[in-house]
C-alpha cells in the first residue's frame, strides 16, 4: 500500500506540474498574441506624411501637385510605373517639398519583370531611391531632356549620371542595377 500511496502522490504531482504547464503556455500564447496586437496597433497608429505619400488608388491630379513626374513615368491607379523596360527610356520621380523631419520611414513595393536570362536584359535598367538634400525637382529640366538627342544625355548634360540622379550629392542612394551582370 505504500507504494501505491507513493504513485498516487506522484501522479498528483506530475498533474500539478501538467497544469502549471499549461497554464504558462496559455499566458506565454496570450502574452504573445498580446505583443503582436501591440505591434499590430502600432501599425495602425502610423500616419502617412501628407506631400510625402502616396497609396492606391492613386489620383494623378493630387499626385502632381506633390510630385513631378517625368519620362517614362506613368501613374496608374493602383501603382505607379517608373520604368517600362525599353532601353533609352527612363522614368522618374521627386518630390517637390522639402522633407522637413528626420523621424520617417521608407516602404517601398517594387515588382521586376523581364526576361530571366541576364544576357538579354538591357543593360541601362537600373532602380534608385535617393533623399538628398538638393531639391531636384527645381533643377531637372525635363525639356532639355527631350531636346537632346537621347535621354541619357540629356541626362548626362545636367549632371544625371549616377542611377538618374548626380554623382555627387549630400544624402543617401540606393541603386539596384543590370550594369555589372556579367
Do not use: C
Not at 496559455?26 to 496597433?41: I, R, Y
Not at 502610423?46 to 502632381?64: D, I, R
Not at 523596360?85 to 517637390?96: C, D, N
Not at 515588382?111 to 538638393?134: I, N, T
Amino acid at each position: 500500500q505504500t507504494g501505491s500511496s507513493f504513485a498516487k502522490w506522484a501522479m498528483g504531482i506530475m498533474h500539478v506540474r501538467s497544469v502549471f504547464l499549461a497554464l504558462w503556455l496559455l499566458v506565454q500564447t496570450l502574452h504573445g498574441a498580446d505583443a503582436g496586437s501591440k505591434k499590430k496597433k502600432d501599425h495602425d497608429v502610423q500616419v502617412l506624411m501628407p506631400h510625402h505619400s502616396f497609396a492606391a488608388p492613386l489620383e494623378y491630379k493630387t499626385l502632381l501637385d506633390d510630385w513631378t513626374a517625368s519620362g517614362a513615368s506613368l501613374f496608374e491607379r493602383e501603382r505607379l510605373l517608373l520604368h517600362p523596360g525599353v532601353a533609352g527610356v527612363a522614368g522618374f520621380l521627386f518630390s517637390k517639398s522639402p522633407l522637413v523631419t528626420d523621424n520617417f520611414e521608407v516602404v517601398v513595393h517594387f515588382r521586376v519583370m523581364g526576361d530571366k536570362q541576364p544576357s538579354k536584359v538591357l543593360h541601362d535598367q537600373s532602380f534608385g531611391f535617393w533623399y538628398v538634400q538638393e531639391n531636384v525637382s527645381k533643377i531637372y529640366n525635363e525639356t532639355a531632356i527631350i531636346k537632346s538627342e537621347s535621354w541619357t544625355k540629356g541626362l548626362h548634360a545636367q549632371g544625371f549620371t549616377l542611377g538618374g540622379s548626380k554623382a555627387q550629392f549630400t544624402g543617401v542612394g540606393v541603386v539596384l542595377s543590370m550594369a555589372d551582370r556579367e
